[in-house]
């Protein structure tokens, strides 16, 4: 099969995992499945990963992009979850910097504000201490005077001051797919577009499941002495197959995000700020766009059809004219936006905002292990727990397997010497680019998205003068890396999730589209029915990023 994560090893993964028998098969290819499979097989397990639709392609790809603390987690005494999930942004940044990055986060105090001055100090220092921030990244509070220097376009009525401390920025999508890659190459079989339609038995204990193929409707087995539903808002379904959907459930709430050009939303300074109805929400400055969100409402529909809608965008709008009364842009100046579901646990009588994020394990009569809830920036420490308890409960059929090493394991392109080597390795990398045909600008870009891989997506640029194509050097680089080495099947999977380019470079997008999809019909030897209906999908997704759906 060879060590390429691609899209034409499909067949001989397919071929393995219908043959093989694993120690642990994993249901769902998001960020919690992710940290699960390279844990497990970090410690010695044979694993197995599906995914029914593309990596990521669920809440991974949907949230607000940040590996942060949960400072609001504070206010509601969520101790225990800020003091875990505050000391895991360092590790998440420490085992990836070229997809996190560190953020300086505003906080603007008002005299009727969520937050009081008295309080966002303390609040911010134990979060400091509970968090083990380190000392360059210690919350600091600013006076009226220096918010006003930090941020320009803040409402000056009734302010005090403001805190400011550190949040962590990431590329939610691309982390996911570094964490599938590092599990790949340590030996995980993993695909995607391969849906699980029953779960299997041997003397009613769960041991596998029949799924399907659903790039070519075929259908194989999985088996596997124990198996993790990790199906984020999916999770309830799998329990369903199972007849375990008992006593606890999920209650999922919607959260929507939209962009703005900079020159609309000039923003200097990352902003967490108050809503008109008491919420909270950010405001992220990011390649020259502004990005703000999230919402928060209960979701009863289909979580694959998540779409943003003209209220939600009127709700963030609203937000922004309340915190930044100077700016006059209208609904027409949202450039894109996506919307996802977060699978929480539900919880009687609460409001969506109030509901916990923690996540939380539990095991059916059948061994069925599912995980719902928790955070982005929690997931390494999720896979810990679950593959703990896998552990704990193989070792009782005598298999021993060694302690939790992701830690200290870079993931994919993470292999730097550590977030301080950053600045010198894109600097590096980013002029040894000229010698493969891109730009110094260009060279850059790749070395900080793709980190320590970016030498081989460099190697594209080689093979480039070869290759019959309206693609730039640039794209083409990226597009066959993307084939060759994260497994796209569908257009949308290379420009959502490969590259975000949907949501921050739409205009980007709709240049390439069309040679895109021309190269990966050759490449994949599309027929004329599937090249119309994937350049459809495609353009839906643009659709609903671009204009939003009425109620």
Not at 39 to 59: I, Y
Not at 70 to 76: A, D, E, F, N, T
Not at 140 to 152: A, C, G, T, Y
Not at 381 to 392: P, R, S, T, Y
Request: glycine letters at 8%.
């Amino acid at each position: 099969m060879g060590t390429k994560f691609s899209y034409f090893s499909r067949n001989d993964i397919i071929q393995k995992m219908s043959t093989d028998s694993y120690d642990l098969a994993i249901i769902g290819g998001g960020i919690t499945g992710a940290g699960i499979a390279l844990d497990a097989v970090l410690r010695g397990m044979k694993v197995a990963l599906v995914e029914m639709q593309d990596f990521a392609s669920g809440t991974s790809s949907r949230s607000t992009k940040l590996v942060h603390g949960g400072l609001r987690y504070l206010k509601q005494m969520h101790v225990g979850l800020v003091a875990e999930v505050g000391k895991e942004r360092a590790i998440v940044y420490e085992n990836g910097p070229h997809v996190t990055t560190p953020e300086w986060m505003l906080l603007p105090i008002y005299k009727e504000g969520t937050f009081g001055k008295i309080a966002t100090s303390f609040g911010l220092r134990v979060y400091d201490y509970l968090a083990g921030v380190k000392r360059t990244e210690r919350r600091k509070m600013l006076s009226r005077e220096e918010v006003i220097e930090k941020e320009p376009l803040l409402k000056r009525d009734g302010l005090l001051g403001g805190g400011y401390y550190v949040e962590y920025r990431t590329d939610d999508a691309r982390l996911t797919i570094e964490v599938l890659k590092k599990a790949f190459e340590k030996g995980a079989d993993i695909i995607n577009y391969v849906k699980v339609e029953e779960l299997m038995y041997d003397h009613n204990r769960v041991n596998g499941f029949k799924c399907k193929n659903r790039l070519t409707n075929e259908t194989f087995q999985i088996q596997a002495k124990t198996v993790v539903n990790a199906a984020g808002p999916w999770v309830d379904s799998i329990r369903e197959l199972d007849q375990s959907k008992k006593n606890k459930r999920l209650q999922l709430t919607k959260g929507v995000h939209i962009v703005i050009d900079q020159s609309k939303f000039p923003l200097k300074q990352a902003v967490y700020f108050d809503t008109p109805d008491g919420r909270m929400v950010f405001a992220i400055p990011r390649d020259g766009k502004t990005y703000v969100g999230t919402t928060d409402t209960f979701y009863e529909g289909d979580p694959v059809a998540t779409k943003t809608e003209v209220a939600d965008k009127n709700y963030l709008l609203r937000a922004i004219h309340f915190m930044f009364p100077e700016l006059t842009f209208r609904l027409e100046d949202v450039e894109s936006s996506w919307a996802g579901v977060r699978p929480l646990i539900y919880e009687e009588g609460k409001d969506p905002s109030e509901i916990s994020r923690k996540d939380e394990i539990w095991e059916s009569e059948s061994g069925l292990i599912s995980i719902a809830g928790g955070k982005l920036t929690g997931y390494r420490k999720m896979a810990e727990n679950i593959v703990n308890l896998v552990v704990k409960k193989q070792a009782q059929h005598g298999k021993s397997f060694g302690p939790c090493l992701t830690k200290q394991t870079p993931i994919s392109g993470g292999d730097l010497g550590g977030s301080e080597r950053l600045p010198s390795f894109i600097s590096e990398t980013g002029r040894e680019g000229r010698n493969f045909g891109f730009t110094q600008d260009e060279g850059e870009r790749l070395s900080k998205i793709y980190g320590s891989n970016a030498p081989l997506v460099f190697q594209y640029g080689q093979q480039y003068e070869q290759e019959k194509t309206d693609l730039s050097p640039f794209v083409y680089a990226r597009l066959m890396y993307a084939i060759e080495h994260e497994m796209i099947a569908h257009p949308s999977d290379f420009f959502i999730r490969r590259t975000g380019a949907l949501y921050f470079h739409i205009d980007w997008v709709r240049k390439w589209k069309d040679p895109v999809i021309r190269f990966m019909a050759d490449r994949y030897n599309w027929t004329e029915e599937e090249t119309i209906q994937y350049k459809r999908e495609l353009e839906e997704e643009l659709t609903y990023a671009a204009r939003a759906i009425d109620e």
